[in-house]
């Protein structure tokens, strides 16, 4: 049986992807370095789908990206050195080294985050952060607040929690259609 559902003005689908969606990775606790006129970004994530789906987003946005196996469970997934990743890592590098202290994105970086280190449990969404600094955790917070998804902080966890059946809704429209690597039960949908 086929769903069909309305398209989200504010949804991943509202606007074409673009490199800096990776910021998404970013918040997620990946790092980005600048060498000579290019940028690269690599996360470690904690499962090979999310590997997979990270590399298949990439390209989306036309980036070349690799993962690697390692010799724990993680894996780590590294974009090649790129221009398109510049002005990302300038935002995100730039005060001697410390995540930006005002931050907006829209669906397509929540997607990223949701797919690098979202997880789902009994009664809840949670979404954490790789970065524990005060100042920043309130950015994502309020930018999180300014698409209209009420989260959270888990302080402890470093980590926002969506709570609700209407907030888990507005969640999965905004994120779209899991990936297809995903295993059923770790989406919002």
Do not use: N
């Not at 998404?24 to 290019?38: N, P, Q, T, Y």
């Amino acid at each position: 049986m086929s769903v069909i559902r309305q398209l989200s003005l504010f949804g991943v689908e509202a606007s074409p992807p673009e490199p800096g969606d990776l910021a998404g990775l970013m918040i997620a606790g990946g790092a980005i370095v600048e060498h000579d006129g290019a940028a690269q970004l690599s996360i470690m994530v904690g499962h090979p789908w999310r590997a997979t789906a990270i590399v298949s987003e990439c390209a989306r946005r036309s980036i070349s990206a690799t993962s690697l196996a390692t010799e724990t469970t993680a894996v780590g997934v590294r974009t090649s050195f790129t221009p398109a990743l510049l002005d990302l890592a300038r935002s995100w590098v730039g005060d001697g080294g410390r995540p930006p202290r005002e931050i907006r994105f829209d669906a397509r970086v929540l997607r990223l985050w949701a797919i690098a280190v979202g997880y789902r449990d009994e009664t809840s969404y949670e979404l954490p952060i790789g970065v524990s600094d005060e100042p920043f955790r309130d950015a994502v917070g309020a930018a999180l607040a300014g698409l209209g998804v009420a989260a959270q902080l888990v302080s402890r966890r470093h980590s926002f929690r969506i709570v609700g059946k209407r907030r888990l809704d507005r969640l999965a429209e905004m994120l779209g259609d899991a990936p297809r690597q995903a295993p059923p039960g770790t989406w919002p949908s």
